[in-house]
């Protein structure tokens, strides 16, 4: 994936590790929200519970205020990476994709609950044997996540 030059907001950071913090809303953790919200058609007559509060060494009212403004600039950020990540349908397709065998055959009949336990066990001794290991692809989906948010919005 190309992208252009872009600035984004630079999540706060401890002031004795220079980590970043759980405190501070990041394009990263922000996101995840935003997928479900859009997939449902938006809010609707709902809302957000948005809190920032003094910190550390962060003690004047300006301080609380640039915590909101970042807050809220980086849920923009991410709404508005989410809303690509949904519209380019690559998270979508691994999804499908790896669950796929769910769709049809056993594993069809396990999600609709038409075989159970000593069936499956059955299955597998008799049919199956040990099924093999297949990778999570944790690494690419990090790296993928990692892209849209280096492209921003």
């Known amino acids: 994936m190309a ?3 872009r600035s984004t907001p630079t999540p706060a950071t401890s002031s004795s590790a220079g980590t ?7 394009p990263a953790n922000s996101r995840s ?7 449902a058609g938006g809010l609707g ?3 957000f519970n948005f809190d920032a509060k003094l910190r550390r060494t962060s003690i004047d009212l300006e301080d ?21 990540i949904l519209a380019d349908g690559k998270f979508e397709q691994f999804v ?3 669950y796929a ?10 999600e609709k609950r038409k ?19 297949r990778s999570a692809k944790q690494e690419y989906l990090e790296n993928l996540l990692a892209q849209y948010i280096a492209c921003g919005a």
């Open 3 to 5: 992208c252009s030059a």
């Open 64 to 84: 609380l205020f640039h915590a909101h403004i970042g807050g809220f600039d980086t849920y923009a950020l991410a709404f508005k990476i989410a809303r690509r």
């Open 101 to 110: 065998s769910y769709d049809a055959g056993f594993g069809k009949d396990i």
């Open 45 to 47: 007559s709902g809302g």
């Open 33 to 39: 929200p935003w997928s479900p919200i859009l997939r």
């Open 20 to 26: 970043p913090t759980s405190s501070t809303p990041t």
């Open 115 to 133: 075989i159970g336990f000593t069936e499956l066990e059955k299955l597998v001794l008799a049919q199956l044997g040990e099924p093999k290991p």
């Open 96 to 98: 499908a994709n790896r």
